[in-house]
C-alpha cells in the first residue's frame, strides 16, 4: 500500500533523513519511534504531500512521487492521505458532522454526498448519536474521533498520524488504539496506518514498530528502541 525507497532529505547542513526505506502493508498498523529531532514528522510530512524530499521515491496506492512540492501532489492530500494530530483541529462553532463534511467538500465533493459521507465516517467511530453536537459538549477522546472521522470520511487509503494521543487522558488513547485497530481489521474497507509516537504502551499495540535513528529506519521492538538489555537495564 506505501512503499518508501531511498527517501533523503536536508535542511542547509543537516542532513534530516539519509536514505529510508520502508513499507506499510494494507490493513497493517505500523508504529514509527525514535528520538526526538530524528525526522520522525519530516517523514510523514513527505508522504503526506506537505513537504517535498531532495531524493527517492515513494509509491502509494499506485501514485508515485517524493521530490515535487506540494503544489504538484494536491491529489496525494485528498484522496490518499488522511492525517490526525495531537491536537482536533475542529472547527468550534460546527457541529461534528459539519465539521467532517465541510473538509468533503473542500476537496470536491458535492455537498449532499459530503453530509452523508460524514455522517458514514462518523457512526463508524461510534459518534453516530454526537452528529450534531458541537466540540465544546464533546470529549477530548470524542473529539479525536470527529478527527479521525474527517480523515477516513474521502475513503483514503492510508492514515498518517502524528502523537494521535498525545492530549488525551490514558484510557481514551486506549480507545483511540482500539478504533485504529478496528480500522485497519476491518473486512470491507481495510486501511493502512502509520502512527508517530513516544508512548512505548501505545507502540507495543500496533502490528509492527519501526524506529528512525541516523536519518534511517530498521525494523525494531520496545526494549532495542529504548535502549534496553535483556534484562530491562539500560545498556
Not at 525526522?39 to 517524493?66: E, Q
Not at 488504539?177 to 474497507?189: A, G, P, Q, V, Y
Request: glycine share 12%.
Amino acid at each position: 500500500m506505501l512503499e518508501v525507497n531511498g527517501l533523503t532529505k536536508s535542511f542547509g547542513s543537516l542532513h534530516v533523513l539519509k536514505g529510508v526505506n520502508m513499507q506499510v502493508e494494507k490493513g497493517e498498523m505500523v508504529a514509527l519511534m525514535g528520538p526526538s529531532g530524528s525526522g520522525k514528522s519530516t517523514l510523514l510530512n513527505i508522504i503526506g504531500g506537505l513537504l517535498a524530499g531532495d531524493g527517492g521515491s515513494i509509491t502509494l496506492d499506485n501514485r508515485t512521487y517524493g521530490k515535487k512540492g506540494p503544489s504538484s501532489v494536491v491529489d496525494v492530500r485528498r484522496s490518499k492521505v488522511g492525517w490526525i494530530f495531537q491536537d482536533f483541529h475542529l472547527l468550534d462553532n460546527l457541529s461534528a458532522l459539519d465539521n467532517v463534511a465541510i473538509a468533503l467538500e473542500l476537496s470536491g465533493i458535492p455537498s449532499n454526498e459530503a453530509v452523508e459521507a460524514a455522517e458514514v465516517a462518523l457512526t463508524k467511530v461510534g459518534l453516530g448519536d454526537r452528529l450534531n453536537f458541537i466540540p465544546d459538549q464533546l470529549s477530548g477522546g470524542q473529539q479525536q474521533r470527529v478527527a479521525i472521522a474527517r480523515a477516513i470520511a474521502g475513503n483514503r487509503p492510508v492514515l498518517l498520524a502524528d502523537e494521535p494521543t498525545g492530549n488525551l487522558d490514558i484510557a481514551s488513547g486506549k480507545d483511540v488504539m482500539k478504533l485504529f485497530k478496528e480500522l485497519c481489521h476491518d473486512e470491507t474497507n481495510p486501511i493502512s496506518i502509520l502512527m508517530v509516537t513516544h508512548d512505548p504502551d501505545l507502540a507495543s499495540t500496533a502490528d509492527r514498530m519501526l524506529l528512525l535513528n541516523d536519518g534511517k529506519t530498521e525494523a525494531s521492538d520496545i526494549r532495542s528502541a529504548w535502549g534496553l538489555d535483556e534484562d530491562g537495564e539500560e545498556e
